[in-house]
Structure formats: C-alpha cells, structure tokens
C-alpha cells in the first residue's frame, strides 16, 4: 500500500473479491479497505478469505448487504482491541 497514491479516506472504492468460486465486487470507503487489509494480515488470511468469513456469517443471519456486514465486522474488531 505505500506506493498506492494517498485517497481520501472516504472515498469509496469498488473492488473484485472472489467468494466461495464468484466474483462480485464489494464497495467501500478507503478507509474500510485499509483496515480490513490490516486484519487480513494479522489473522494470515487473503481478503477473499476474510470476506468470505465474514459473507458465510452474514448469510446464518441475514442483516443487510455484504458492504455493510464487512463495515460492522472491521467495527467489531476494533471494539475488540
């Protein structure tokens, strides 16, 4: 990331994610992206692991879109620290 030029922070960012064998793409604020990349690597997890973690969780009860299922995650885990 640090030869990625500086976004603003809440830009939203639209990305391919791979998720159980499909792509779909995911749309965040820069920010979101950051630290979700953060916990990936920290748990030694790809992106797609993680959301697709967090996609599987999200489907036992479904609340809302995957965007906003990955924003309450990465919240939840900085509650945790």
């Given at each position: 990331m640090a030869n990625e030029p500086q976004l603003h922070q809440s830009a939203i960012r639209?990305?391919?994610v791979l998720i159980?064998?499909?792509r779909t793409s995911i749309s965040l604020e820069q920010a979101f992206w950051t630290k979700?990349?953060?916990?990936?690597?920290?748990r030694d997890k790809s992106i797609n692991?993680?959301?697709?973690?967090?996609d599987n969780?999200?489907?036992e009860t479904p609340n809302g879109n995957l965007s906003s299922a990955i924003r309450v995650y990465?919240?939840?885990q900085l509650d945790k620290n």
């Open positions: 639209k990305r391919s159980s064998g499909h979700l990349r953060e916990i990936c690597e920290q692991q993680m959301v697709t973690e967090i969780d999200r489907l990465i919240l939840e």
